[in-house]
């Protein structure tokens, strides 16, 4: 039965993986992005400065583009959802920010409760093919998806 369930996971990551996507991986304080270490705070910087990002991911200059935020008309939303942004090897911190759909933009677990939100569904998505699959601790890294409502 396990096996059934997972085959959706490793199609998904058959197709996700002919993309040209980062893989970010975060382990405690650690922030791996395409073979490069930095810190949780370099990486929080790098990320939300796109002009940074282009200087330092030779990605970016190869036409990869992050997805543009929800306009402001779909704010009033009843449902979405909320992925990690770096890959885990256990699930998120309190403090740690998920990146959300329907505008919502970057939260913290607390930030979407103190907003109404109730998490429904909890998945974990394995990482692409060719990218690390376990921590240096022997851990599976997952990115950490939420589906949320009011």
Not at 10 to 31: E, H, M, N, P, R
Not at 77 to 87: E, H
Request: aromatic content about 8%; some cysteine; charged content about 25%.
């Amino acid at each position: 039965m396990k096996r059934l369930l997972a085959l959706p996971a490793i199609c998904g990551a058959l197709l996700f993986s002919g993309t040209a996507v980062s893989a970010v991986i975060k382990i405690g304080d650690t922030v791996y992005v395409d073979g490069k270490e930095y810190t949780w705070a370099e990486w929080k910087k790098l990320r939300d400065a796109p002009e940074l990002q282009k200087q330092a991911s030779p990605a970016a200059s190869q036409g990869v583009s992050t997805p543009a935020r929800a306009p402001a008309a779909v704010r009033g939303a009843r449902a979405a959802s909320c992925t990690t942004p770096v890959y885990y090897d256990e699930f998120p911190k309190e403090g740690d920010e998920f990146e959300c759909t329907g505008g919502l933009g970057s939260l913290t677990r607390e930030q979407l409760l103190d907003q109404g939100w109730k998490v429904d569904f909890v998945e974990k998505l394995p990482p692409p093919v060719g990218q690390p699959t376990t921590s240096p601790r022997g851990l599976p890294l997952n990115l950490y998806k939420l589906v949320i409502s009011r």
